[in-house]
């Protein structure tokens, strides 16, 4: 059974910074995308960042310049670092990864609080 375990969620000041981390086990098959994404309450579930097994990169122009999204292979994590933060990045983050085979996995989310 594949599971999906997300940490790193909480409150925090803005201007703080906070990492979140995202480990699939169980899988037969390998990842090939790794995306975070968020959802704020009575919006839309958004892209922040995505990153392929070959390390390429896209973010959210929300994201560019503060967020860095970075995976380990070999251990099936994946790793967004949240810089500068501000109150409108407050919202649940999910994690998404993506087999070769293109099966979908979801994390349960993690909630991310920007407030004083």
């Known amino acids: 059974q594949v599971q999906v375990v997300e940490s790193g969620g909480g409150l925090v000041q803005p201007g703080g910074s906070l990492r979140l981390s995202c480990t699939v086990s169980?899988?037969?098959?390998?990842?090939?995308?790794w995306g975070w994404y968020r959802q704020a309450p009575g919006m839309q579930r958004e892209l922040v960042a995505s990153?392929?097994?070959?390390?390429?990169?896209n973010y959210a122009d929300s994201a560019k310049g503060r967020f860095t999204i970075s995976r380990d292979n070999a251990q099936n994590t994946v790793y967004l670092q949240m810089i500068t933060l501000e109150p409108e990045d407050t919202a649940v983050y999910y994690c998404?990864?993506?087999?070769?085979?293109?099966?979908?996995?979801w994390g349960q989310g993690t909630q991310v609080t920007v407030s004083s």
């Open positions: 998404n990864a993506q087999t070769v085979v293109k099966t979908s996995y």
């Open positions: 990153i392929t097994r070959r390390g390429d990169t």
């Open positions: 169980g899988s037969r098959f390998s990842i090939n995308v």
